[in-house]
């Protein structure tokens, strides 16, 4: 139903329920808030980028050029030094410079490239539970997420083929443009997809292409250098061998500042235009100065020591939320939980009749006990795989080691409370 | 026709004729280009930047929060600033902080206020000639762009009345979801709307809305600072008793720096969630660590004379060009161009028969004498009042007094040479 006198657009925009939640957390700052995925304020690269502002503005002439307009696709140079953040595998042949483009954060990267595939009313196939804004993206695009069931290995090749064989069977198999998966430590689920899945679902996706409707498959590599433990798995682009079929979107946002919001994407060569004359008529280029500035971090070699230290402070504050976890959660009967190789989230399942949204009481219990989660169900698709009413999404990106753990036992305390009835 | 395998927007998005005359001026460097509407590089404010950057630095905690997300309509103290820039004249209501939208630049605002408002069909009435790139956003959505006759004080009102009507009695009026206009200094003509046009425009917008069709005003104030004589004009948001119905948009791009991308809009209250639901979808905010640059900027003062100084530069730079056209224009038959009081641009005007686009031999001319300028058609609305083929955009803020003269008297060359026949 259309706004009246507002677009389909601004009807299909409506109704984020994470704002609600945020709204909650700005309005009750005395709660521990488990539920953001924003990154520790603590470890944000104060000295860094300040170096690499000093070393730009030493030469005025080049500071000059930072604060004029730049191309839309973004900062050659930058996007020179993205192409070896894929970290291909020696001898692979890598993307032309032409094929990286820069945008605000990662996000933009998704939604330019849905722009460019999804008329209202296509699908994109999406681990279920997946990134809830990008749920929202596909919402405002008025287009359908369609959800994939999902293990500790992430989407699982043999239910999306299922998933593709009852949209053809419901003849919609000509809807479906895209597989949209976070295969490094997943938001939210915490997991990462081993390379044999990554292949199957490549081959999948190359497999269900026709001629005039080709699947693409968008890796969303945001949390990829956020890997505290275990070796390192090649982006998907590498087993893409024509280069037709993945999409890489990459962020600074987790790595080093979502402030400065650069985010890019790696495309193939068929979509370089379309997603540029998108952005051309949207933004017209994302500022050239934070293209600059993360250009000048990574030529003074600034950029994989941050990680680095990224690395040690966020696997400090996950150990606390696992120790935590096995301490406050152990002794609760069916109560579970991932235990991620990275990234900023850990995902708990409850007993099946324990619901973590609106509906259930938990929620208000925890805030009682002084605590916020995201329930697990705003992160599943509309459609396809059912949501887990009985999940939550819990995140130790911002809260200190102390916070973690009065948090957990404040969860702990409000979920016993909920299994006992005496809520 | 949508492209293959691409959705509608991708087909819609094609075929901006600028981004061909860009590639041009990029290939052939020794042309004096007349054409590109960028700021002169050597007036960009690393001075003032720099300054801003280590007052900010030297509150690591301010810092640090600047290189966190932000919220998604912006950082709320520089949207208090911008309610400054509007200067409305003492005694009347001002907008609310939470009508004030950060934006990246304001091509992102006019972006998301049509995607509020219209639909593929919808159109969106401008002065014809108006500025090109919104041209191209407004095609991006499917939407269509309908020219209203302007004379040397911008939109006619009596011909916006007459276009209403001609729509009405094509059964087209419920298409009609807003006027745009750049009342200041317009992108291309360089002409401004005197007070009463600005009244009549809101007063027949509001005239022809209907209980469920709001007829929106956009007023794009992006060169209104940039005036070098006569005296400043209320903005449109003033003559809007309800504030139902002109939306403002403003960017420091012209006036500080197109590299940091810092723009904004102020809207009536119905639009701020529709505009920031599609903004949060979309790129989940614009860089914090700029708009707290920018907010330092106008805390420590060095907006204002940072404006001053460019005045200085570019009226001095206009002087030339209208010098150079008096010169090298005056003496040829049927020549004619506008006056600006402020701005980037000098509109020309040729005999009937010469037509500056691609149909015709001045462009290839002029490239041979060495000098490229915009092609008047490319700045007019698709439907209405027809394009006038005998006009060029004359811009002066890249090139040097030097170029200019000798740009203006390579082009005069060129009109002769078309004229005479001889080309």
Redesign the interface.
Known sequence: MP????????AW??G?PI?DLMATALANPQLISLAAG??D??T???GP??AA?EAL?AT?ER????????ITPGYAPLRERLIEQLELPPGLPAPSVEQVVI???S??LL?LVC?????PG?IVLCAAPTYL?FL??L??LGCRSYGVATDRQGMIPEALVEALERLEHDGELSRVKAIYLVPYFDNPQGVSMPQHRREAVVEIAKRWSRR???LHVIEDAAYRLLRYEGDDIPSMWTVDEEHDTVVVAGTF?KTF?????VGWGILPEHLVR?VC??K???????????Q?IMAEVLDQGLFMPHVEYLRKAYSRKLECMLAAADREFGPLPGVEWVRPQGGLYVWVTLPEEIETGPSGTLQDVAMEEGVLYVPGQYCFPLEGEPAHANTMRLSFGVPTCENIEKGMAALARAIRRVMDGGA
């Open positions: 706004v009246q006198g507002l677009s389909r657009r601004a925009a409506e984020q704002s924003f990154v304020q603590q944000l690269p104060v980028t300040h502002i503005v005025p500071a000059r050029r930072a604060l004029q307009y730049g945008t605000a954060g996000n933009q939604h722009e460019s595939l999804l008329d296509d804004v929202g993206t919402g405002n005039n409707h080709h946002s500042s979502p402030g400065l919001r379309p004359n998108q051309g008529n949207i933004d017209f280029g994302s500022p050239n100065f934070n600059f």
